[in-house]
């Protein structure tokens, strides 16, 4: 199989959709001639010409506004927001016409969108290129919610998203695109060609949105994460030496409740990690089924690690940012309830 980054898998499922189809587009932002902030489209404009894959103004309102249109009638608009940090701007179109199209028509139209955004820290981006907004998109009805976590479900999960009759907010780790990051700042990365995860089928393959995958099996803990944080959490248990069950759950919206509940009714402990700010993020939400569904089950109050409840802060990212030491902690003080 052939070995590709993140940013070759996302590029891979794009080409790989338009050729399948031509109602597959792509566009937003130096998308075209550019390939891409992140060079995710490079060579798309070049193979499948200006009208399939086409840069737009710099506005995120029109840029969704227009894919919603697109979607209505009948195409399948695949949109780049240069950075989660910018689809604010958006957010009245996500929310209050992407997301309803299917309920308001009684399901006489649907909106087949995929909006990809670069997510998350851990490039010194400082507070406008690293959020992870996720939560903002899950407490909506109507859209679809996925984080991959590697170059193989990456690929799997866009062509997924791409063949969806609903909208699917993709958001991609940055951080994740070269190499499975760890944590540990201060190490060389492991580039993606010397991982597993970095090998990718060059053809048609779909993972299904709404399944999680245990990336480590473990007997005394849960921890239960995704994008950059599976990989945060791996290094953890390694670390420790706690026999902790690792949970990537690829899918927030749908979530895969029973993997969790499975999981956390064998071990009896569970530790939440997320990047995002602590305070009404998408663990949050973990945790409360994870207590309604497995209150009898838990030998331990249920932990979470996640980001401070501040603005994403450039002089102390490594701070911020929950890393494989703190997410030690929370194992060992679960473990020690």
């Not at 959709?17 to 798309?44: H, I, K, N, P």
């Not at 996925?146 to 990456?154: E, G, I, L, Q, T």
């Not at 309604?292 to 838990?298: G, K, N, R, S």
């Amino acid at each position: 199989m052939t070995r590709m980054t993140m940013i070759e898998a996302v590029r891979s499922a794009m080409d790989v959709s338009m050729e399948r189809s031509d109602d597959v587009v792509v566009f937003g932002e130096d998308v075209g001639y550019f390939g891409g902030v992140f060079r995710a489209t490079q060579g798309l404009q070049g193979k499948y010409g200006k009208t399939r894959c086409f840069d737009a103004p710099i506005s995120e309102s029109g840029i969704v506004g227009a894919a919603i249109g697109m979607a209505a009638y009948g195409l399948r608009p695949c949109v780049e927001i240069q950075f989660a940090d910018y689809m604010y701007p958006a957010y009245d179109q996500i929310t209050q016409e992407a997301a309803r199209i299917r309920y308001r028509s009684n399901g006489d139209f649907t909106c087949p969108i995929v909006l990809r955004m670069p997510t998350g820290g851990g490039i010194f981006g400082g507070q406008t290129h690293s959020q992870s907004p996720e939560a903002l998109f899950t407490h909506v009805c109507g859209l679809k919610v996925v984080v991959p976590s590697n170059p193989y479900d990456a690929k799997g999960l866009l062509i997924a998203s791409i063949e969806d009759p609903d909208p699917v907010m993709f958001l991609e780790p940055k951080r994740l695109y070269n190499g499975p990051f760890d944590g540990h700042h201060d190490r060389p990365v492991t580039p993606w060609s010397k991982h597993e995860m970095g090998e990718v089928p060059e053809g048609h393959y779909t993972i299904p949105i709404g399944k999680a995958e245990i990336r480590r099996p473990g007997n005394d803990v849960t921890v239960i994460a995704y994008g950059t944080m599976v990989h945060v959490a791996l290094a953890a248990a390694e670390e420790t030496g706690v026999d902790a069950e690792i949970i990537d759950l690829r899918s927030l919206l749908p979530l895969d409740l029973d993997t969790i509940v499975k999981s956390v009714s064998k071990t009896g402990r569970c530790v939440m990690v997320h990047e995002a700010t602590l305070t009404s993020g998408f663990g949050a939400e973990v945790v409360s089924l994870v207590q309604e569904h497995c209150f009898y089950h838990l030998e331990a109050p249920v932990v979470r690690v996640a980001g401070w409840d501040t603005p994403y802060p450039h002089a102390q990212e490594w701070d911020y940012f929950p890393g494989p030491a703190r997410v030690g902690r929370a194992l060992v003080e679960v473990m020690e309830a």
